[in-house]
C-alpha cells in the first residue's frame, strides 16, 4: 500500500469535508452567476473537478496494469466535458455530495496504488509523460488551483 501518499490524502480529505459543507451553503446566485477569467461559475469549476477526478481516477487504476499508456487526454475537451453534462443546471446538493464522494473514493484509491507502478508512465496528447507518482501528486495541486477559483468567486 502507498503509505508514502498518506499526507496527501489526509490534505485531500480535509479540503474536501470542509469545502462541502462551505460551498453547499453558498447562495444559488453565487454559485450561478459569478464567472471566472474562462467563463465558468462555481457550478461548472466544481463539475470539472468532478471530471478530473473521473479521468485521473482511469489514469491511476489503468497504469497500474499497464507500464506504458497513451489514454485519452480531455484538457482539450475541458468546456465540452462541462457544457454537455450542463453543469449549469445540475442539483447543486446532488453535485457537491458527487465531488465529495468522489475526491473520497480517489483517497481510497491512492492508499491502494502498488507502489511498484509509480514510475509507469502515460502519455498525453501532447507527447508530454507523467508518472503515475506525479499524477497522484499533482491531483491535490490541480484540486487547489480550481478552489482558489472559486474562492474568489465567493469573495466576489
Not at 473537478?49 to 485519452?72: G, K, T
Request: contains cysteine; charged residues 25%; aromatic residues 10%.
Amino acid at each position: 500500500m502507498a503509505e508514502m501518499f498518506f499526507e496527501l490524502r489526509e490534505k485531500i480529505n480535509g479540503i474536501v469535508e470542509s469545502w462541502s459543507t462551505k460551498l453547499v451553503a453558498l447562495p444559488v446566485e453565487v454559485i450561478s452567476e459569478r464567472r471566472n477569467n474562462q467563463n465558468r461559475t462555481i457550478r461548472q469549476i466544481l463539475g470539472h473537478l468532478v471530471d478530473s477526478a473521473v479521468n485521473n481516477h482511469h489514469r491511476i487504476v489503468r497504469l497500474q496494469y499497464n507500464e506504458n499508456l497513451e489514454f485519452p487526454d480531455y484538457r482539450q475537451d475541458n468546456d465540452r466535458w462541462i457544457a454537455i453534462q450542463n453543469y449549469q443546471e445540475e442539483d447543486w446538493e446532488r453535485l457537491v455530495f458527487f465531488w465529495r464522494s468522489y475526491n473520497q473514493h480517489m483517497v481510497h484509491i491512492i492508499k491502494n496504488v502498488n507502489e511498484s507502478c509509480l514510475n509507469h508512465t502515460w502519455h498525453d496528447f501532447e507527447g508530454n509523460h507523467e508518472t503515475l507518482r506525479t499524477i497522484i501528486e499533482g491531483y491535490l495541486w490541480h484540486l487547489n488551483l480550481h478552489l482558489k477559483e472559486i474562492q474568489a468567486l465567493i469573495d466576489g
